[in-house]
C-alpha cells in the first residue's frame, strides 16, 4: 500500500524506514498539517494518515481526499478533534486514532517534572548560578515514598502514573467518576475533593471536554495544602492558568509542574521569537518553582514507533475491508 504521511517529522525516519522495510509499503513523507496546500500530494495513495495540530476545516480538502479515492482519515494521535464530522460523514470517511501509544511516556514527564520540584532542584539551580552553594534551610526537600499522591483521570496515563507513584511507595489516591476495581491494588478511589484535601502531589490526566474545561480554578487551589506540587500532563485548558500564576505566587501551592498550556496553540512544535511567547508562559518561566515542557511528555521512541505501528496496521485493516482496531466514526 501507498500511504500520504501528513505532517512527517524526521524523529518518525527510523520507525518509517523499518515499517517500509518489512512490508514493502511506500510511505509518502509529507511536511506539514494537511491542508489545502499540500493535499495533492496525497494523490495516488490508497490511504493517508495525519496528526493534526489545527482543525481540517476547508471542505475542499475532504473532497479532494475523496476524489483520490481514499477511504479514511487515521489520525497517528489520541486527539481527533481537529476533523469536521459534518464533513467527515459527508464524504463517507472512516476515522482511526492511537489511542494509547505509550501512557507511560506521559506519566514518566509527570514524575520527572514532580521530582524536579519536590527535591527543590530549581531553586538550587538558581542560587548556584550566583555562586551560592549553600544548603538554606527552608531547601531541606522530602522524600517521595512519604507522600500522598492524588490523581485526577485514572485512565490510561492515569492508572500508569499510580503504577509509578505507587511503585516507588508513595501512597496513592485517584478520582474518576468511572470506578475502575482492577487498579484497587495501587489506586484508592476518593472522592475529587478528598483528593484536592489529602495529596501532597496531584496530577491531572482527563480528556479536555466540557466536563474538565477550567475544572483547576482558585477554589480547587484554595482546597489544596499550600506544599502541594500540582502537576498538569493532559491539557491546559483543564486548568484558568491566569489563577495557576495567582496560586503559585499567594502561595497557595508550593509548585506546578506543566507540560501543557492552555494557550500554547501559538507556539506547539514550532520555533518562535521569544518576544511572540504568551505572557502567561514568560511569567510561569521566571519560577523556580515551576518546570515546563513544551508538550513533549509523549515524545519517547516507544511513542513515535507505536503511533505509527498503531495507525499503519489499522489502515491495512481497512484497506483488506477488516474492522479497524481504534475506529473512531465508520460511515
Ligand atoms: P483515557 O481516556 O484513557 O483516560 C481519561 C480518564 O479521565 C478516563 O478514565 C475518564 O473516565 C476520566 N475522566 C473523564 N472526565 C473526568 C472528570 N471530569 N474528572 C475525572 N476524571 C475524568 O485517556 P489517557 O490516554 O489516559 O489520556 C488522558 C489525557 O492525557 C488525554 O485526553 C490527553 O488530553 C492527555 N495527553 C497528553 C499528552 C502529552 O503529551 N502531554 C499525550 C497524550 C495524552
Known amino acids: 500500500m501507498k500511504v500520504a504521511m501528513f505532517r512527517y517529522n524526521p524523529s518518525e525516519e527510523p520507525y518509517m524506514k523499518a515499517w517500509e522495510e518489512k512490508t ?14 499540500n493535499v495533492d500530494q496525497a494523490k495516488g495513495c490508497d490511504a493517508m494518515c495525519t496528526k493534526q495540530s489545527i482543525n481540517i476545516t ?19 494521535s489520541v486527539g481527533f478533534n481537529t476533523v469536521d ?14 489511542p494509547a501509544y505509550s501512557p507511560r511516556a506521559i506519566a514518566e514527564n509527570g514524575l520527572t517534572q514532580v521530582m524536579f520540584l519536590l ?16 544548603r538554606p534551610a527552608n531547601l531541606v526537600s522530602d522524600e517521595i515514598y512519604h507522600k500522598t499522591v492524588g490523581i485526577i483521570g485514572l485512565g490510561h496515563i492515569g492508572t500508569a502514573s499510580a503504577q509509578i507513584y505507587s511503585a516507588l511507595g508513595a501512597k496513592v489516591i485517584g478520582y474518576d467518576p468511572v470506578y475502575n476495581e482492577s487498579i484497587e491494588s495501587f489506586v484508592k478511589h476518593v472522592s475529587l475533593d ?17 466536563s474538565t474545561k477550567n475544572m483547576i480554578g482558585m477554589n480547587e487551589f484554595k482546597k489544596m495544602k499550600n506544599s502541594v506540587i500540582f502537576c498538569n500532563q493532559a491539557r ?33 512544535g ?62
Not at 527535591?119 to 549553600?134: C, I, N, P, Q, V
Not at 513544551?294 to 485493516?317: G, K, Q, W
Not at 484497506?319 to 465508520?330: F, I, T
Open 24 to 37: 514493502g509499503d511506500t510511505l509518502v513523507r509529507i511536511k506539514g498539517n494537511l491542508s489545502m496546500k
Open 119 to 134: 527535591r527543590k532542584t530549581g531553586y538550587f539551580r538558581e542560587l548556584a548560578k550566583k555562586g551560592d552553594f549553600s
Open 194 to 210: 478528598t483528593v484536592f484535601h489529602e495529596s501532597d502531589i496531584i496530577t491531572i490526566h482527563t480528556p479536555l471536554d466540557e
Open 236 to 268: 491546559g485548558g483543564c486548568v484558568v492558568t491566569q489563577d495557576l500564576i495567582n496560586a503559585l505566587k499567594d502561595h497557595e501551592i508550593a509548585g506546578a509542574a506543566l507540560d501543557v498550556l492552555a494557550d500554547e496553540g501559538s507556539y506547539y
Open 85 to 98: 464530522w459534518k464533513l467527515i460523514k459527508k464524504y463517507h470517511f472512516i476515522v482511526t486514532n492511537t
Open 270 to 331: 514550532l520555533k518562535v521569537d521569544r518576544k511572540d511567547l504568551p505572557e502567561d508562559y514568560l511569567e510561569l518561566e521566571k519560577m523556580p518553582n515551576v518546570i515546563m515542557t513544551p508538550h513533549s511528555a509523549y515524545f519517547t521512541a516507544t511513542a513515535v514507533r507505536n503511533m505509527i505501528n498503531t495507525s499503519l496496521i489499522d489502515i491495512r485493516r481497512i484497506l483488506e475491508g477488516k474492522k479497524p482496531h481504534n475506529l473512531v466514526l465508520e460511515p
Open 58 to 76: 476547508d471542505e475542499a480538502i475532504y473532497r479532494r481526499l475523496h476524489e483520490f479515492g481514499i477511504k479514511q482519515i487515521s489520525m497517528r
